[in-house]
């Protein structure tokens, strides 16, 4: 998994926020499209692939604000899974394999490894796991009862590791 890709995939979860402010969306735009013509666009997917593990072993494992566990099978991929129609772009037939991305995770599977095993990320694909991405995290942040938690935590992590996002 290429770092870029990684840092990339979680500015597609910025885009995606409303509450980025519209200079920093462009600038997360700007660095996706860079990542996305350095390392490719399907490295891209796959680290969005890989957060969507991360996200998913952080509510499953210990949620935010100190609430009960969540049941992966029962709670937290259903409802991930409800809510993929609200998004226009969201192509229901890409919803399986998002299904199994998320299944994969919550029995503590390496995302990145399991997907791969089902040939490259298209366009399509790439853009339902964008999607479950900002759900899981949108899911954190109201966990927590602070919008930001999550990204803040990220950027922080990102920080940590010598590879900023600003």
């Known amino acids: 998994m290429v770092d870029e890709a990684v840092r990339a995939a979680w500015d597609t979860y910025r885009v995606l926020e409303k509450r980025t402010p519209a200079k920093e969306r462009q600038e997360a735009q700007q ?4 990542a996305a013509d350095s390392v490719g666009r399907e490295e891209v997917s796959r680290g969005t692939v890989f957060l969507v593990g991360v996200l998913t072993g952080y509510l499953i494992g210990e949620p935010p604000g100190g609430g009960e566990q969540f049941d992966p099978l029962n709670d937290l991929i ?63 942040d109201s966990l927590a009862d602070k919008p930001g938690t999550i990204d803040q935590l990220m950027r922080e992590t990102f920080d940590s590791m010598g590879t900023s996002q600003d």
């Open 31 to 34: 660095r996706v499209k860079a």
């Open 78 to 140: 259903p409802a991930v899974i409800r809510k993929l129609p609200t998004f226009d772009m969201a192509d229901p037939e890409q919803v399986p394999m998002a299904t199994g991305v998320l299944m994969a995770a919550a029995m503590g599977m390496d995302t990145v490894a399991w997907r791969d095993r089902f040939g490259p990320i298209e366009p399509k694909e790439a853009i339902i796991h964008g999607f479950v991405l900002w759900l899981l995290a949108d899911l954190f």
